[in-house]
């Protein structure tokens, strides 16, 4: 997979996607993924060593996984613009009993519903790639978090390693839109992951973005052979 031109990103046809597929969301994450993604969000919500005292923003939240799972945070707020997905992750926190601390908001990340510099972190798990402007969405968060604010964004990347490349493209290209079509009913969305992921930039590319944006020791790790890559990066002063 190469970058290259990329499918329509509207943001109207995105949410519609995502709302579309809600119910299924969380099943044919885990079981695509083999459950990995667990992991990966563990590792990037560590990388923002939270102390309990921290406000986090989870952009593109979901069905607020990370929001949940990053447990070292005083107050998590979740923002996506899917009302549905929203939905989902609404009865998993109050299933959770974590109301209190987690709060779900619907809005954009091109134009967050906060406040300057009033995040204490930032995370965006596997949602930047649908973003149709990145570059805002990473200026969006530079513009509320406070300096010295430390961001998590975890991606799909391209494995390098030549066997492992091949497979992983058939896997993404063929295995992953026929079982996403068979569970979730949606013909587009997982024709699309696979289409969004090759259009995302290049981790040196992303990560140039971010120190654009305003984020200072950006760094891009690849996690599982490059399957994912974890950006992090601290809010400049
Ligand atoms: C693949 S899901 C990831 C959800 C969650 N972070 C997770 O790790 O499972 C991508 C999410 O990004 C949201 N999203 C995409 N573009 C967005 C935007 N511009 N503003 C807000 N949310 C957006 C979608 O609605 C969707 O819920």
């Excluded at 981790?203 to 120190?211: D, I, N, S, V």
Aim: with cysteine.
């Amino acid at each position: 997979m190469t970058h290259q031109a990329g499918p329509d990103k509207a943001p109207d046809r995105i949410a519609g996607m995502f709302d579309a597929i809600a119910p299924r969301y969380d099943f044919l994450n885990h079981a695509l993924s083999l459950g990995i993604d667990r992991r990966w969000r563990a590792r990037a919500i560590r990388s923002l060593r939270l102390t309990g005292r921290e406000t986090l923003l989870d952009v593109c939240t979901g069905t607020a996984d990370v929001a949940l799972q990053a447990e070292g945070a005083a107050r998590v707020v979740g923002v996506d613009f899917a009302a549905a997905m929203l939905r989902i992750g609404l009865q998993k926190v109050n299933a959770a009993r974590e109301a209190s601390r987690v709060t779900l908001v619907r809005g954009d990340a091109t134009a967050l519903p906060v406040p300057d510099a009033a995040v204490d972190a930032a995370t965006i798990a596997f949602g930047i790639r649908n973003v149709e402007r990145p570059d805002r969405a990473c200026a969006e968060l530079a513009r509320v978090m406070r300096p010295g604010a430390r961001l998590a964004i975890l991606e799909f990347g391209v494995p390098r390693v030549p066997g492992l490349r091949a497979l992983y493209l058939a896997y993404f290209k063929y295995l992953l839109p026929f079982v996403g079509r068979l569970v979730s009913g949606h013909r587009a969305a997982y024709s699309y992951l696979p289409a969004s992921v090759g259009a995302f930039p290049p981790p040196a590319e992303f990560a140039a973005m971010l120190t654009r944006a305003g984020f200072r020791a950006v760094r891009a790790d690849p996690l599982t052979l490059g399957i994912v890559y974890l950006y992090t990066g601290v809010r400049g002063r």
